[in-house]
């Protein structure tokens, strides 16, 4: 596919275009750290049922990534991501007219789909035209990037709704998503040029989309693939189950701070989000290495964990927090350890298996964690104990997982 012949300043602008997508991506996903208080309050939801709404997202999100790669392999970025997410306009509208918890659902399962390119379409321009040390460095510019979503579900998304409401927050989120659909339409052209599938008709762009499902039986077959995907299933899950599920609820509860100081936590956990991936790009220990690195550094995670669950400090509480938010962008990693295991013709369909795992272990993080206090049944302790203990015990398995099923293969 000739990808070079477009300048390397527009790659660049366009690919600025369609992380602000993402941005939003992350926004929608982190806004029920905040809204949690007031959607328990509102809908009269337990800590099971809340979680089974937020995770909807997630289950959506996570479907929907090894079909969006199927899509943007073979109808190119633009086509896909400019048919796909005007799901999360609907999706938001819904949300903010939601007067049942199922309504709420739908919405959030609206969202999911919408969002489901934002990133892999970032990622895929990023893999045309950047390798190497500048492809880490480009996917951990654009991590940080989307993390300035996390922004507005911080300290602002408190303010909407102590002021508006928190159904301003969706609407102010559906108007955003148009806004970056007209932003993509109108900025991101000419992207699939070179694309391979571009010549042929629709009827035979759909058989080869079909087709293209079976290439993942080889993706499951390589030995690392099970050790690989296991990690990536529960770091970036534990994180986004503190941040955009309990993080709120905790303060208010536990700690019996105000949902402006939940905001401004969440604010720094924003700020720590835009630039730790960075830093975990400028210390990727390089091919070889990573493995030994990732089978030591994702235990911060578990300890962190085992501390917030009793802590009833604040101050303690506040830096597992931030130890959390900084551990967990070994993201960074993760991606190039499998992009040193799969060779270049399998890489696009990796990084969809990858994102499916990310954000399918989101899901089922928040959900076990709903239910984590009538499965503990803890004397004495309240939900947030059974809660960041079963995300250490999930987080656990996974690294276990890895270190076993991922271990490099033996020199004969």
Known sequence: MNTQSIPINKVKLMLYFLLSGFILSQAYRTVGGILSVPLKTEFMLDSDRLAGVIGSFHIAFGCLQVVIGILIDNFGIRKTILVVSPFSVVGAVLSAMAVSPAMLQWGQILIGFGCAPAFLACIVLMARHFSGKQFSMMYAFALGSGSLGLIFTATPTAWLVGHFGWRSCFYILAV???LTWLLIYF??????????ASSLSLKQKTLVAVRSISGYKAL??????????SLVFVIYAAFLTLRGLWLGPL??????ASLVFAGNLALLLSIISVFSPMLFGRLDP???KRYAYLCVQPWVLVIAFVVLAY??????SIAAIVVIAVAASNTVWQLADAKEVYPQNMQGRAIALFNTSLFLGASFMQWISGKAHDIFNLQGQDIFTSAFLMSAIVLSIGIIAYIILRRPARRV
């Open 220 to 229: 499951l077959k390589i030995r690392e693939t099970p050790g690989i995907l």
């Open 311 to 316: 802590s009833q400090q604040l101050w303690l």
């Open 251 to 256: 303060l208010v509860e536990r700690h019996h």
């Open 286 to 288: 390089g091919p070889g």
């Open 176 to 178: 955003l998503s148009f």
């Open 187 to 196: 900025g991101v052209r000419n992207v699939d040029s070179g694309l391979e």
